[in-house]
């Protein structure tokens, strides 16, 4: 794929000319990464279902059947964390070594390397919505109903969406001058993981831990979608404003970092 004559209209002085290019770049880029993640597979985009899938029935083995936890619809109670943790952890983990797997787009003289974690997270993106009627069937079986607040759900996955960018702008940066980032990564996920109400109620965390269990954003992330697909109420708004806060002012910063950081890619890579 040559990248050549849109990096020419990439430098253009006209704007919306470079807002095209973008969205023309981000498109093919989202559909290269589909091909290629899903090629010679004989499930294919299966795949973003069966792993979700293989991870709840062992949370329902272990935590209905050999140490029952009472949590109400417990399928899609922990369904809707899964599906929503994977789109974070996936996307940050790709994002983290996108640099070093994408060296000949690097090399392209005028390629615009900061599109390159919106394509990972916009690909999450694409793997959550895809998933997303799969749940809805987990939420009728439950007996769940529908309401109106699900209209929210679009300004929730915007939210989701640039924290999940921002940390990808500082990790992708990192992890080309400090290799050991990624599999640090790995490791401080894992960690997280189990400090998100993924299988667990939120309601079991003391009292005086709730402050330091509070700093997670991914716990108010997970709990809004809760409140908003399976118990029709509103969200914590203020924590999602709060969240939003964060993102506004640490993204142009994991943003200039990257920046900055892409003038070694080259040669680092």
């Known amino acids: 794929m040559s990248f050549k004559k849109p990096s020419f209209l990439f430098r253009q002085k006209f704007p919306l000319q470079k807002l095209g290019y973008l969205y023309d770049l981000l498109r093919s880029l989202v559909n290269r990464d589909m091909k290629i993640m899903y090629k010679r597979s004989t499930l294919g985009i299966a795949w973003t279902l069966i792993s979700p899938l293989l991870q709840l029935l062992v949370f329902i083995f272990v935590f209905q059947i050999i140490i029952k936890i009472d949590i109400p619809q417990y399928s899609s109670y922990v369904f809707t964390g899964l599906l929503v943790w994977n789109w974070f952890q996936t996307s940050l983990f790709q994002a983290t070594g996108i640099i070093i797997a994408s060296r000949p787009l690097i090399r392209q003289p005028g390629f615009p390397n900061a599109v390159l974690p919106i394509v990972v997270v916009t690909t999450g993106l694409i793997h959550f919505v895809l998933a997303l009627p799969v749940l809805f069937v987990f939420l009728l079986v439950d007996g769940v109903s529908l309401t109106p607040i699900l209209l929210v759900l679009p300004l929730l996955q915007i939210i989701q969406f640039a924290f999940t960018l921002t940390l990808s702008y500082f990790l992708a940066s990192l992890n080309v001058t400090f290799r050991d980032t990624q599999h640090t990564l790995g490791v401080l996920l894992q960690f997280l993981f189990y400090l998100t109400p993924i299988f667990y109620e939120i309601g079991n ?65």
């Open 205 to 269: 965390i003391p009292d005086r831990y709730w402050f330091i269990y509070g700093l997670n954003p991914m716990v108010h992330i997970v709990t809004s979608y809760r409140q908003i697909l399976m118990w029709g109420t509103q969200p914590d708004w203020l924590a999602l404003a709060i969240i939003s806060g964060v993102v506004a002012i640490l993204m142009p910063l994991g943003y200039n970092l990257f920046k900055r950081q892409s003038l070694r890619f080259v040669e680092e890579i």
